[in-house]
């Protein structure tokens, strides 16, 4: 992961501090949120899957995929008598 450096004023580093304590989050948990609002408010997308999604357009379907299923075992009864 890319690290960077920037700063803080020392008020902003304290409240921020204190919403970390609150929401029991760890300063980078805060900072991920942050970015990715910013990121959604300015219409980029967060992740490759946002990316792939914008890519192809507003009328895009998205289509689950079938779950494998395991076979069922012919030894075990369908119903119960």
């Known amino acids: 992961m890319l690290g960077k450096r920037i700063q803080i004023d020392d008020e ?3 409240q921020l ?4 304590h609150e929401r029991m989050m760890t300063f980078q948990e805060l900072a991920d949120e942050a970015f990715a609002d910013l990121l959604k408010k300015h219409g980029h997308p967060i992740d490759l899957r946002a990316a792939l999604r914008k890519s192809t357009g507003a009328s895009a379907e998205v289509v689950p995929l079938r779950r494998k299923t395991k076979p069922k075992s012919a030894g075990k009864s369908a119903h119960k008598a």
Not at 17 to 20: G, I
């Open 12 to 14: 902003s580093w304290s």
């Open 17 to 20: 501090r204190l919403m970390a």
